[in-house]
């Protein structure tokens, strides 16, 4: 008589597999989702409140004022050619060698001297839905 030495797994047991990876799925990709924005605003609020002001504080701090609103933040990469043209400037500010966007992928908003933040700048970003609204992400205090 013939014997089998089969090693294989029964319908049950892959079944039970099945599940158990589902619950684990169930109880973790709740977990996992939405994190990706989270962080996408925690880079932005980062940029906005430590990054780029570190940066236009040492281009102040090279020329006595910020870049204006014309000259924007490409002044921390190259010297402005546009009036006040800075007369020591020591740039490039920014270690990486472009203008910073947000995580969203759009230009951050700025503006010197600011409306908010008059004797400095106003530093913001739009956030998700690229329009003025609550969502934003700004170096002011929002009252």
């Known amino acids: 008589m013939r014997q089998f030495n089969a090693r294989a797994f029964t319908l049950i047991e892959i079944i039970l597999v099945m599940t158990i990876i589902g619950i684990i799925a169930a109880l973790v990709i709740p977990n996992v ?7 996408r605003v925690s880079a932005a609020s980062v940029d906005v409140e430590s990054n780029i002001p570190a940066a236009l504080d040492l281009y102040e701090l090279d020329n006595g004022q910020y870049p204006t609103t014309e000259q924007g933040l490409a002044a921390l990469l190259q010297a402005p050619t546009t009036s006040p043209v800075p007369g020591h400037w020591n740039g490039p500010y920014l270690k990486k060698k472009k203008v910073p966007v947000d995580p969203w992928g759009q230009p951050y ?9 008059t004797e400095e700048f ?5 956030g998700l839905d690229g329009v003025e609204s609550s969502d934003d992400i700004v170096n002011w205090l929002v009252e």
């Open 109 to 117: 908003g700025y503006t010197s001297p600011g409306i908010h933040n």
């Open 122 to 126: 106003d530093l913001f970003s739009y």
């Open 33 to 39: 989702a939405g994190r990706g924005q989270e962080a």
